[in-house]
């Protein structure tokens, strides 16, 4: 069953793995999008820039 889960994050690099030990799904890294937010697309756990948190400049 998809979660809907949001989680806040200090980075725009985020690591998912299901969050359920062995029943969960391989680890992805994603990069938040230009508007500090991105779902995993294995369980579409939300992911979003924590505010006031700033991205590493490139």
Not at 19 to 42: F, N, Q, S
């Amino acid at each position: 069953m998809p979660t809907t889960e949001t989680v806040e994050v200090d980075s725009e690099t985020v690591a998912c793995d299901g969050g359920v030990g062995a029943l969960g799904h391989p680890r992805v890294y994603l990069t938040l999008g230009p508007e500090g937010k991105i779902d995993c697309p294995y369980c579409g756990r939300h992911f979003r820039l924590k505010p006031g948190a700033r991205p590493a400049a490139h």
